[in-house]
């Protein structure tokens, strides 16, 4: 049986006043077979992508907007953070917790495609959020999962705080802060030993291919990118212009 590589749209599994998450399905056979997954986070103006980790390897493409990432990856405590717009790519290995926060006046949306063949379940994410309300049916965060007095030996804090801190987490996902989150002025600290750079902008690179009045191409490879390599991943950027006729 032919497989079907028709376009389809995402759907909509998540929405809130801070954003909306829309996903492609795994029942995309050719997504299942390819072990790739894809979905897009839209973050509304002041929208705030709570920490998580996934199963997957990713790469994520800001298609719209400007924001700011962090990054705290596998084995690390040092959290890198980066200001993004669009053309961004940024590379996002398993298990490195990331955080999304749109702090321009348009919508931030993204779109992520992932690498599922270590994952859960092929052709589709399992992503973990180490923070968010406790509700059923609801991606809660990892936290609930531990015990207050747990978490005070982790956090030293005393067990009275800390259920005051878990339980006062209202939304998941995506939540809209009250105030919005001013950062420092971003200096690109060194990477942790054993990674390397991990957001390249794409828009900004030299062409690999350009036609006149038929489009552009740009490869996005671990020479330009070299983090890449430890992802098994690479990307293309393809524009092609409209057809005008006389």
Not at 45 to 70: F, H, M, N, T, W
Not at 72 to 91: L, T, W, Y
Not at 168 to 179: D, L, N
Request: charged letters at 25%; hydrophobic letters at 40%; a negative charge.
């Amino acid at each position: 049986m032919a497989a079907n590589l028709g376009p389809r749209q995402a759907e909509e599994v998540f929405r809130s006043e801070g954003g909306r998450v829309e996903v492609w399905r795994n029942d995309y056979e050719i997504m299942k077979v390819a072990n790739v997954c894809a979905a897009k986070v839209v973050l509304y103006p002041g929208g705030l992508a709570l920490p998580k980790y996934c199963d997957s390897a990713q790469i994520y493409y800001v298609l719209e907007g400007c924001g700011r990432v962090g990054v705290v990856f596998p084995g690390s405590e040092i959290e890198h953070v980066r200001k993004v717009r669009h053309g961004a790519v940024v590379a996002i290995p398993e298990g490195a917790i990331n955080w999304w926060y749109n702090e321009g006046q348009t919508d931030l949306v993204i779109l992520s495609l992932g690498e599922t063949s270590k994952g859960h379940r092929r052709g589709e994410y399992t992503n973990f959020y180490l923070f968010g309300a406790s509700q059923e049916k609801c991606n809660n965060g990892v936290v609930h999962g531990f015990s207050a007095e747990f978490l005070a030996h982790a956090w030293d804090l005393d067990e009275i705080t800390v259920k005051q801190l878990v339980e006062a987490q209202k939304g998941a996902v995506i939540v809209k802060p009250s105030e919005a989150i001013e950062f420092p002025d971003s200096v690109h600290e060194k990477i942790d030993a054993g990674y390397e750079e991990f957001v390249y902008n794409v828009e900004d690179a030299e062409l690999d291919t350009d036609v006149k009045n038929g489009g552009r191409v740009a490869v996005l490879t671990s020479e330009k990118l070299p983090f890449l390599k430890k992802l098994g991943l690479g990307a293309d950027l393809v524009k092609l212009d409209p057809v005008i006729y006389a």
